[in-house]
Structures are given as C-alpha cells and as structure tokens.
C-alpha cells in the first residue's frame, strides 16, 4: 500500500516534468495556474508573493512570441481559480473543459474583431517549422512526405484542440503540485484518488453529441472546424476515461503493470476506438459502480 501511494503521489509529478521540458505551452500554462493557486490559496505570505511573479513573468515573457496562446492561458487560468474558489465543478476536468471553453470563446471574439491574420501566422509558423524539419531528411521519399505533409495539415486543423488538451493536462499539472507542495485550507480534489478511479461530469456527453451534430451539418468552414476540435478534444477524454475503466478491471481481477502497460501500448488508431467506446459506455453502465460518481 506505501508503494502504491508512493507511486501515486511521484509518478505523476515525474511525467509532469519531463512535459515541461519538451512543451512550452505547458510549462507557461503550469506557471501561470500554480501561480495564480498559490497567490489566492496559499497560507504563506511569501510564496503568495513568489506565485504572483510566477504567474505574471511568463504570460509576459510568452507574449512576446505568442500572443494569442499567452491570452487562452491567461483568461482559462483565472477562469480556472475562480471556478475552484466557487466550487462549481466536483471534477477537475469539467473545470479545466469549462475554462478552456471560455477562453476559446473570447480568442473567438478577439479575431472576430482583430481579423484572423493573428490566427493564420499562428498556424503558418508552426507549419513552416514542420515543412522545414521534414524537409531536413534526404532519405524520405516523395509519397512519404506528401503523407506527411498531410498528417501535418491535419495537425494544423485541429490546433485549437490541440492547445485545449494542452491547458486541460496543465491545470491538472499545477493542481497537482500544488496540493503536494502548498499549505491550504480550500479543498482540491481531483475527481478521483487513483487514475482508475478517473471520471467526469456525465453531462459532457452532450458536447460529444453537439460535435457530431457540426460534423453533419458541415465538414468544412468554421463549422466543421469547432466539430472536429470538440469531437478530437472530448474524444481523448473519453480515451483516457476508457483507460481508467479497463485498470479497474485489471486491478480487481488481480493484473500487474504488465496488463496496464500492454492496454496503455494499443493507445493508437484503431484499437483506442475500443478504449473511446467503453470510456463513452461508463456515462451509462457505470462500470464502477463502487465508487462514489461525480456529478450524479
């Protein structure tokens, strides 16, 4: 049982870190939540003064090469403390899905009235920068990087989802570190004390249906672009809620870390379409049925 809380506690904050290193994004996003945790939550006068910094420096520092990514992180980690100071939500991805919902939705107005050439040199940087890193191996052949091209233009569609995802694991991230490392007395729960325990508000199934209604209705313009996003963003959720299902499983028929990493390795298209269908399954058939549900 220490081992299992040893690894509870550690693991995460181990794979939280190597995030960091590899994704600006998410280093910035941790920043700015944990900081704005600390300055509002935090018992000690000090480290309430150092999270107003660490809150502050890197929405400054990033926007000076990424503006409109230094807003999304901005607006959807103030949206996310508020929502933890209300207690709203009982589950950390409903507060981290509702955060990011608003902040797209002001980005949203922001182009409206700025135009979207922001957006557009957005999304030209970043493919420059990955035509010109394929570019760079000699050794692919013509068809290859013509997939490739296409896989990368599929990447630059479903950006906004991309960054949502991005936010989503950084709240977590902050939280996270915060509930090990801060003094507090506002409770913080994440939904759930193992990972496969994990689950969210039932009600989100509804934005799943929204995005498969947007995808009817239209697969191009600005209509099938927030359906894809939706249907990739609430999909991935499922995905990982499907994951925690099946470790349930596995842990109560006895299974080790061999199972967990065999169910973890099958995580690509199109067996994950299995852990999809029965992460979307539990918001019916409670899977685990032991476990107190959120949002219920």
């Not at 107005?109 to 050439?117: I, K």
Request: one cysteine or more; hydrophobic letters at 55%; glycine letters at 8%.
């Amino acid at each position: 049982m220490e081992k299992e809380r040893l690894r509870t506690r550690w693991l995460p904050l181990a794979v939280l870190a190597a995030v960091l290193m590899i994704e600006p994004f998410v280093a910035v996003s941790v920043g700015m939540v944990l900081g704005l945790l600390l300055f509002n939550f935090d018992n000690r006068p000090v480290l309430r003064k150092a999270g107003l910094a660490l809150f502050v420096l890197p929405a400054l520092v990033f926007a000076n090469w990424y503006l409109l990514q230094s807003i999304f992180a901005l607006v959807a980690s103030g949206v996310c403390v508020w929502l933890l100071r209300r207690n709203l939500f009982s589950s950390v991805t409903s507060i981290a899905l509702f955060s990011c919902m608003v902040s797209a939705g002001l980005i949203a107005a922001v182009l409206l009235v700025a135009g979207p050439e922001l957006w557009q040199g957005l999304e030209n940087d970043i493919r420059s920068f990955m035509l010109e890193t394929m570019g760079r191996n000699k050794k692919l052949d013509p068809e290859t990087l013509e997939n490739l091209r296409a896989s990368t233009n599929m990447m630059i569609w479903l950006l906004p989802g991309q960054f949502i995802l991005m936010m989503t694991a950084s709240i977590f991230g902050a939280i996270l570190v915060f509930r090990h490392f801060g003094e507090f007395d506002l409770p913080l729960y994440l939904g759930c004390r193992q990972f496969r325990y994990y689950r969210f508000e039932d009600n989100w199934v509804w934005l799943l249906i929204l995005a498969l209604v947007l995808l009817l209705v239209s697969r191009q313009g600005w209509i099938g672009r927030v359906g894809i996003n939706t249907l990739y963003v609430m999909g991935v959720l499922y995905l990982l809620r499907g994951v925690a299902v099946m470790f349930h499983f596995i842990a109560l028929q006895g299974g080790g870390l061999l199972l967990r990493l065999l169910v973890v390795a099958i995580c690509f298209p199109p067996l994950c379409l299995i852990h999809m269908f029965f992460g979307l399954l539990d918001t019916w058939l409670d899977f685990r049925k032991n476990v107190t549900a959120v949002g219920k």
